[in-house]
T-cell receptor, first 117, second 114 residues
Framework: AQTVTQSQPEMSVQEAETVTLSCTYD???????LFWYKQPPSRQMILVIR????KQQNATENRFSVNFQKAAKSFSLKISDSQLGDTAMYFCAFMKGNAGNNRKLIWGLGTSLAVNP | DTGVSQDPRHKITKRGQNVTFRCDPISEHNRLYWYRQTLGQGPEFLTYFQNEAQLEKSRLLSDRFSAERPKGSFSTLEIQRTEQGDSAMYLCASSSGTGVSPLHFGNGTRLTVT
């Protein structure tokens, strides 16, 4: 069975600075996908970034980037130039990549990030 | 793209009552998911539909829970004889059937059982 671990329940960062959120996972699969989702206080879950396991290049979306270390089963999220609107719960999630699976996500417990002015 | 819509946003009910939630996915999405989330936890998978077929149901879903997606469009989640432990946020998400498309979530329905 797959598991996802986020070891930082809470983090804080000053506006405009950089913060890194950690995520590790355990799987015997070789083909899979990893995601970071953001859940602001309004509660709607929003996709931040995704990474395909077969890609060596780390995914980047504007101020958000990941450090994907497949051998170490690590998938950290870096937020650069933090903004007040980045304040949210951040969830790391895993999905098996085999064709035909139901695309079910396995979630970590989340990291609560506070961006301070 | 109007996004995933869930109704109601909040529901307060007394223990033992039945409740029903509705989810309208993004129109071209054929996959629909229900998750449950309690405070301080990540979402827990409940069930999954591809079109109108319910393809997987979590062991978390007791026989008091039932979900339908009769025409492959909107879905309903019903909880019978609610218990206080059912209090949670119920999230609906949808995705397209092509490749590994990301899940798009609704705002959720917050259930409080008193």
């Amino acid at each position: 069975a797959q598991t996802v671990t986020q070891s930082q329940p809470e983090m804080s960062v000053q506006e405009a600075e950089t913060v890194t959120l950690s995520c590790t996972y355990d799987t015997s699969e070789n083909n899979y996908y990893l995601f970071w989702y953001k859940q602001p206080p309004s509660r709607q879950m929003i996709l931040v970034i995704r990474q395909e396991a077969y890609k060596q290049q780390n995914a980047t979306e504007n101020r958000f980037s990941v450090n994907f270390q497949k051998a170490a089963k690590s998938f950290s999220l870096k937020i650069s130039d933090s903004q007040l609107g980045d304040t949210a719960m951040y969830f790391c999630a895993f999905m098996k990549g085999n064709a035909g699976n139901n695309r079910k996500l396995i979630w970590g417990l989340g990291t609560s990030l506070a961006v301070n002015p | 793209d109007t996004g995933v819509s869930q109704d109601p946003r909040h529901k307060i009910t007394k223990r033992g009552q039945n409740v029903t939630f509705r989810c309208d996915p993004i129109s071209e999405h054929n996959r629909l998911y229900w998750y449950r989330q309690t405070l301080g936890q990540g979402p827990e998978f409940l069930t999954y539909f591809q079109n109108e077929a319910q393809l997987e149901k979590s062991r978390l879903l007791s026989d008091r829970f039932s979900a339908e997606r009769p025409k492959g469009s909107f879905s309903t989640l019903e909880i019978q004889r609610t218990e206080q432990g059912d209090s949670a946020m119920y999230l609906c998400a949808s995705s397209s059937g092509t490749g590994v498309s990301p899940l798009h979530f609704g705002n959720g329905t917050r259930l409080t059982v008193t």
